[in-house]
């Protein structure tokens, strides 16, 4: 064949040859380029007629597609039947899988050019029937081009019927042996080739490129065909995320109707895992980096520039919520990580982040998860970033809060935790480190746990003063430092204990929550276990404020974004009868730093409402008029669009509330991670307001 | 020799989706299964012990059918082809309500 001539095709050389026949490189010619050339033996011809042939080769030729090797022509002869088409220079699939798999980056990429071949060949009607690793090659560019398509041995069912019967005879080494490896179970029930058995070998395919290994095996085609019939697909090995298995899974389901149903929809998997895989991926390695969590099954929300976000966590996950900045309408998406109690979580939007942080406790730990596509795809890290270092003995518990460090710190962040102890990361939550000053407080061995456990829950980072902050333990009180985490005081003076003999010590206060305003950082509240308290010396001294309220008994308090006066507890009516008093679901609020409180009720239930707001369960978000939110243990949320004047129930039947944050998402869009950005000049500020109030947002 | 692993459902993200995992090991004790484990299941360690190198309190490891915690705890010989299932404990898990 070599040195003849075709009509204007100088064959050149071999390149190879199969059961279909042979294929040679040849030279057009006319236009001066080389092509391939692929000769149907006579056998094919004979069995599956050059008519028909000819009618699917034309059919192939219409695709026209960047991952389908490209039909130029076909030619038939008295003596010949050959197509011309691109010539790829490359190596096939099955030539560059070598044993234990491909790194799982470059399944996905070879995949999804698979899947979208795949794709434009189904929605063209054209069924490929013979997908194999030989039959996909890679070019040295690394593109994925597929061959053959229709031009498979025709799998009608009559050649079929002679594979299924004569399929004892099949000795080992067969090329059918090869093909049968990638055929779907109905095809060698005898049933015609359709898109999903097509999906079924893209199945095929993706396990060998994972695996390094055909996913049924036999060293006859009567064994490989039986295992094909009725085994289960084998594990794909641990390097494998699970993502990629469950597609592999899917695409591998005996039954057709379980599987994929167009290809365009297996590519919009892969491409998915694909993203979240390059989001996750850490530079410095690649293959024990941080791994991805997705929600299946899960309404994910679709936010936009100016929304409201609210971040509810449960004893049983986290649920998102967003609306308009008219916050009438409000979209719901979770449970994620449900199942597992999530107390603590923030939404970093600095340096042009959208970085939700969570604290993710179950009996196999408390990781920090973080997802920069609002819940679609969380991190998975390996290994825990908030660890104990070894000498200190302890284990971690929880992590009981997560705070955004100062404006003039981006990539700071904060965690209280349990058992007590503050943790600091100053790359953006990259790695963290213990606090030592305060883990090594002469006090620490006569602290007590609370009953929530010795945790450390309030973190206040004082605006513009790097070496000042405050944070509060259950049942250790409040302790300040003022040269950046070395040393640490107690700061409790006046806030009155009630399970001591000594009504107002040192330290060992049952404090539940401390709020600061940006404005005004000297000044903050304080609610006690039993005891609702003011400091207008950054914590030196505190004085009761608790004038008129049912009871000075409560967990959760929360500030107002734009006056530093204006402070939202609720009230509880003891610490035996942990309810609001007298049934009544009430918020109360100050506008005048505790000198008075007004309740506000309306819309909320007056009778029968035996409910506990937690400590993290109340907020406010940074709009004006501010919107309130709090959620109860009964799993119900209010939130009231005109600062707390009407209510307005969000949804009941959640698991028990323990954590509600809101951010107002006013810089979607912009720069990307790592440039600083201004904040919005439209955005509407009091007079009050300053740039400081989102501060006040985000440090709480 | 091998030894065999069961992975509980919460693990699974760590074990490649498998359930049972099998690996030519010949540990002396529990630890070093775990730890060989932990070779080719990155991750899976630190969700088994904590940083202190104990076991979780609401883990249980079991060797053939006996939990670890009644025998040497991590120290527990492993024999030839032992089966190491981990499981999560029933009891626990209610965590303070503030």
Redesign the interface.
């Known amino acids: 064949m070599t040195g003849r001539t075709l009509d204007h095709y100088e064959i050149l050389t071999e390149i190879g040859s199969g059961g279909m026949g042979t294929v040679y490189r040849a030279r057009d010619q006319v236009l001066h380029r080389d092509v391939a050339i692929k000769f149907l033996s006579p056998p094919m011809l004979e069995k599956a007629g050059g008519e028909h042939l000819l009618l699917e080769a034309r059919t192939a030729s219409s695709l026209s597609h960047p991952n389908i090797c490209t039909i130029h022509e076909v030619r038939e002869t008295s003596e010949e039947f050959y197509v011309v088409m691109e010539l790829i220079e490359g190596r096939s699939l099955n030539e560059l899988n070598t044993q234990g798999g491909l790194p799982n980056e470059t399944v996905l990429r070879y995949g999804i050019q698979i899947a979208d071949a795949l794709a434009h060949a189904h929605d063209r009607s054209v069924v490929h029937r013979d997908l194999k690793s030989s039959n996909v090659m890679v070019t040295t560019e690394g593109r994925v081009k597929v061959l053959d398509f229709g031009l498979a041995m025709s799998l009608d069912k009559g050649p079929l019927d002679q594979i299924t019967r004569t399929i004892v005879d099949l000795g080992s080494g067969s090329e059918l042996v090869g093909t049968l490896s990638y055929m779907a179970p109905e095809i060698l029930r005898g049933e015609t080739a359709t898109f999903q058995s097509d999906i079924w070998a893209l199945g095929v395919l993706l396990f060998e490129m994972a695996a390094g290994s055909l996913p049924f095996h036999g060293s006859t085609g009567i064994e490989v065909g039986s295992a094909i019939l009725q085994q289960p697909a084998p594990?794909?090995?641990?390097?494998?995320?699970?993502g990629l298995?469950?597609v592999v899974q899917r695409c591998l389901a005996k039954e057709s109707a379980l599987r994929f149903q167009r290809a365009g929809e297996l590519r919009s998997a892969l491409e998915a895992l694909q993203s979240a895989s390059i989001a996750s991926r850490e530079p410095q390695d690649s293959h024990?980096g941080l791994?991805t969590?997705f929600f299946r099954g899960v309404n994910h929300l679709a936010v936009k520039n100016g929304d409201v976000l609210l971040i509810v966590g449960t004893?049983k996950g986290l649920f998102l919520f967003r609306a308009s900045r008219e916050r009438k309408r409000w979209d719901k998406a979770g449970p994620y990580f449900h199942g597992h109690?999530i107390?603590a979580a923030a939404f970093d939007d600095r340096e042009g982040r959208h970085r939700l942080w969570i604290a993710n406790?179950?009996?196999?730990?408390t990781y920090l998860q973080s997802s920069d596509d609002f819940g679609r795809t969380w991190t998975?890290?390996?290994?825990?970033a908030i660890?104990?270092p070894?000498d200190s003995?302890?284990?971690?518990k929880?992590i009981w809060q997560i705070c955004l460090g100062r404006a003039e710190q981006p990539d700071t962040l904060y965690c209280g935790v349990e058992p007590a102890a503050l943790f600091q990361s100053t790359d953006a939550g990259e790695s963290w480190a213990m606090v030592r000053g305060l883990f090594d407080h002469p006090h620490r061995p006569r602290w007590v746990p609370g009953?929530?456990?010795l945790c450390l829950h309030t973190i206040v980072p004082i605006p513009k003063n790097e070496q000042q902050m405050l944070i509060a333990i259950s049942a250790a009180g409040v302790y300040r430092t003022d040269d950046g985490g070395r040393n640490w005081q107690a700061r409790n003076s006046g806030v009155r204990v009630v399970h001591a003999p000594e009504k107002f010590p040192e330290f060992g206060q049952c404090v539940?929550k401390i709020v600061a305003h940006p404005d005004r950082p000297e000044r903050m509240f304080l609610q006690n276990h039993w005891g609702v308290y003011r400091s207008d010396d950054a914590g030196d001294s505190w004085h009761d404020v608790a004038h008129g309220l049912p009871s000075d008994f409560g967990?959760a308090m929360a500030s107002h974004p734009h006056d530093p006066d204006c402070v939202y507890i609720v009230p509880i009516e003891s610490d035996e009868f942990?309810c609001t008093p007298e049934g009544k679901l009430r918020v109360y609020r100050t506008r005048n730093a505790g000198a008075s409180w007004e309740p506000m009720s309306r819309g909320l239930p007056q009778k029968n409402a035996y409910e506990?707001v937690?400590?993290d369960a109340l907020t406010t978000d940074s709009l004006d008029p501010t919107g309130v939110y709090f959620g109860t243990?009964s799993g119900k949320l209010y939130h009231s669009r005109d600062e707390g004047k009407t209510w307005t129930e969000l949804i009941d039947g959640l698991p028990?509330v323990?954590f509600v944050r809101a951010a107002v998402l006013d810089q979607l869009g912009g720069p990307p991670a790592g440039k600083r950005i201004r904040s919005d000049p439209k955005r509407p500020v009091r007079k009050k307001a300053s740039t400081k109030s989102r501060k006040s947002r985000r440090e709480r | 020799m091998p030894v065999t692993f069961y992975i509980p459902g919460p693990l699974l993200a760590f074990s490649g989706g498998q359930c049972r995992i099998e690996i030519e090991l010949s540990p002396g004790t529990v630890r070093e299964a775990l730890a060989g484990l932990s070779s080719i299941c990155p991750g899976i360690l630190d969700r088994i012990l904590t940083e202190q190198g104990e076991l979780r309190e609401h883990v249980n490891v079991f060797v053939g059918n006996e939990e670890v915690r009644y025998l040497k705890g991590l120290a527990t010989p492993v024999p030839a082809n032992a089966e190491i299932t981990i499981v999560q404990a029933v009891s626990g898990g209610l965590l303070p309500e503030h």
């Open positions: 594990s794909l090995p641990a390097h494998v995320p699970p298995t469950a024990f791994r969590i004893t109690p107390y406790n179950s009996f196999w730990g998975n890290p390996p290994e825990a660890k104990f070894a003995g302890a284990s971690l929880n009953n929530g456990g539940h967990f942990r506990t937690l400590r243990r028990q323990v």
